[in-house]
């Protein structure tokens, strides 16, 4: 098949890779404990589904406006203003299938060939695919361990320039769980100003938040109508497979951004998008009892990791996954991940799927139940001590 040079560059997901491979082990009538898939272990919300069933109910099956209904891109609007401090109107608000299209249309809509756009690593692997899909040239900025794994500004200083059209942020980040400081944000905000890019802020895991408040770098001076920001609401209410996100967008980009949507898919459904609003509108309590269990999670397989010889791992501060240095085991990361699934039937993801920075890392999400996160910690040693021993 004569494929367009574009489609040919775009990139997968490991972790849907792993997760067939997973489920073909279980066929076989071995357990594999899963702990390669990013999304909370929680039901949706009983009001945000009932909010979906009565809107069904009521008839609310038809297309909607390509942005999205106007009672929920006000709630965003008020939440955005609620959780960043900045007032935007509802008409910069786009509602999309997921926070995916989010980042695919705003490159769209900014790279072209020539471009160049910054992007952490390790980093969400879609981000490389989509700035190569464009034609556009990746620049990944290293993210070190040493530096709690967030941009040392001064290197990605060096990594800018008048070529750069867009930065990638993605704070609290996966794969590593990191979060900038405002310090960061205020001098990455500053760079942006000097070189003339924008900001595609990711903040898809903002309130999955451990300490601290979540700092956008849209609410700093003049960084408004220079940032796109990201949301959604797969993970901060469990709603994955309802394929709900939105972008807020500068002024003069949101109606492009509406017309790749009408190009595109058209609308997000209507009755998932009442269930936005009621998830935005309702009670909280849900999110902040979710938020409490990653927490003690967290502990659990932070602590539990540091005490497997070889093993060094850093107690995220956002997100649901960690990021452990496995170079003390003397095995690359493909290959530990491959014996902990093959041979300890333990899913985790290679951290060289996330950028080359990721080489000698796992990462495992603590989306999981305790038990899960007990176990798979315990097949891990084994596996783990008889690569040591050897």
């Known amino acids: 098949m004569r494929l367009s040079s574009s489609v040919?560059?775009?990139?997968s997901e490991s972790a849907l890779d792993v997760l067939s491979r997973a489920r073909a082990i279980e066929a076989q009538g071995r357990t594999v404990i899963h702990?390669?898939?990013?999304e909370p272990d929680f039901d949706t919300p009983s009001h945000i589904v009932e909010a979906a069933i009565e809107a069904l109910h009521r008839g609310e099956t038809h297309y909607t406006p390509a942005a999205g209904i106007l009672p929920l891109r006000e709630a965003i609007a008020a939440h955005v203003e609620r959780t960043r401090?900045?007032?935007?109107?509802?008409?910069?608000?786009?509602?999309?299938l997921g926070a995916k299209p989010v980042v695919f249309f705003a490159m769209l809509a900014l790279l072209e060939p020539g471009d160049e756009c910054v992007y952490p690593d390790p980093g969400?692997?879609?981000?490389?695919?989509?700035?190569?899909?464009?034609?556009?040239?990746?620049?990944?900025?290293?993210?070190?361990?040493?530096?709690?794994f967030r941009f040392d500004v001064d290197e990605l200083s060096g990594l800018v320039s008048e070529k750069t059209k867009l930065l990638v942020l993605n704070s609290p980040e996966n794969p590593t769980g990191g979060v900038l400081t405002p310090a960061d944000l205020e001098r990455i905000a500053d760079l942006a100003q000097r070189y003339d890019f924008y900001v595609l802020s990711d903040e898809i895991y903002s309130q999955i938040l451990y300490e601290g408040e979540h700092h956008s770098?849209?609410?700093?001076?003049?960084?408004?109508?220079?940032t796109i920001i990201l949301d959604g609401f797969s993970k901060t209410y469990a709603m994955t497979g309802w394929r709900l996100g939105y972008g807020v967008f500068p002024t003069e980009l949101a109606p492009y951004i509406v017309r790749l949507q009408v190009n595109s898919n058209s609308c997000a459904a209507a009755f998932t998008?009442?269930?936005?609003?009621?998830?935005?509108?309702?009670?909280?309590?849900?999110?902040?009892?979710?938020?409490?269990?990653?927490?003690?999670?967290?502990?659990?397989?932070?602590?539990?990791?540091?005490?497997?010889?070889?093993?060094?791992?850093?107690?995220?501060q956002g997100a649901f996954y960690v990021f452990p240095?496995?170079?003390?085991?003397?095995?690359?990361?493909?290959?530990?991940?491959?014996?902990?699934?093959?041979?300890?039937?333990?899913?985790t993801l290679a951290g060289s799927s996330f950028g080359s920075c990721g080489e000698g890392f796992l990462r495992l999400s603590y989306a999981t139940s305790t038990e899960?996160?007990?176990?798979?910690?315990?097949?891990?040693?084994?596996?783990?001590?008889?690569?040591?021993?050897?």
């Open 35 to 38: 702990m390669e898939i990013g």
């Open 8 to 11: 040919r560059r775009l990139r």
């Open 85 to 96: 401090g900045i007032r935007v109107p509802p008409d910069r608000i786009v509602v999309t």
């Open 217 to 226: 770098i849209a609410a700093l001076p003049d960084m408004d109508e220079r």
């Open 124 to 148: 969400f692997p879609i981000y490389e695919s989509m700035i190569l899909f464009t034609g556009a040239r990746p620049i990944p900025a290293p993210l070190h361990m040493e530096n709690d």
């Open 325 to 347: 240095n496995i170079e003390g085991t003397g095995l690359s990361s493909e290959a530990l991940a491959n014996k902990l699934l093959e041979e300890g039937g333990v899913a």
């Open 372 to 390: 899960n996160i007990q176990e798979g910690l315990e097949r891990m040693s084994e596996v783990i001590g008889r690569i040591t021993s050897a």
């Open 273 to 316: 998008q009442w269930a936005g609003l009621a998830a935005l509108t309702g009670p909280q309590e849900p999110v902040a009892r979710m938020v409490a269990e990653f927490r003690r999670r967290r502990e659990l397989i932070v602590n539990g990791l540091n005490r497997i010889p070889g093993i060094r791992c850093l107690r995220p």
